[in-house]
């Protein structure tokens, strides 16, 4: 069973930088993709930035320019590089993964349907 721990997340002043990190255990021989995803209070969840395991990623909009993901193979561990940060980046933010062995899944930010998550991390950007 993959488990995943998010951690990093702080309190900072506007254009600040914050790096999350997600710790990862149980992972088996497969095919994956990883996305932080961030939602405020009541609201949908919006995908942030997704890698797989062929190094390809994809991010929002929103954050494009500023934010980096990022993996640590060895470690087993995702990071978010998280620079110019604005207020309106305040949110809850969740790393997730999916795992398959069949099939073709693209790497975007747009997919919803992930196998694993974490319980978020809090970043607030204080104006």
């Known amino acids: 069973q993959v488990q995943l721990a998010e951690s990093g997340g702080d309190s900072v002043l506007p254009v600040g930088s914050l790096r999350l990190c997600c710790q990862a255990?149980?992972?088996?021989?497969?095919?994956?993709?990883m996305t932080w995803f961030r939602q405020r209070s009541g609201k949908p969840l919006e995908g942030v930035a997704s890698?797989?395991?062929?190094?390809?990623?994809d991010y929002a909009d929103s954050v494009n320019g500023r934010f980096t993901i990022s993996q640590d193979k060895a470690t087993h561990t995702l990071y978010l590089q998280m620079d110019s940060l604005l207020p309106g980046d305040t949110d809850i933010y969740y790393c997730?993964?999916?795992?398959?062995?069949?099939?073709?899944?693209?790497?975007?930010?747009?997919?919803?349907?992930?196998?694993?998550w974490g319980k978020g991390t809090l970043v607030t950007i204080s104006s």
């Open positions: 890698i797989d395991n062929n190094g390809r990623t």
């Open positions: 255990s149980g992972y088996t021989d497969s095919n994956w993709f």
């Open positions: 997730a993964a999916k795992y398959y062995t069949h099939g073709y899944y693209p790497c975007t930010v747009r997919f919803m349907s992930m196998d694993y």
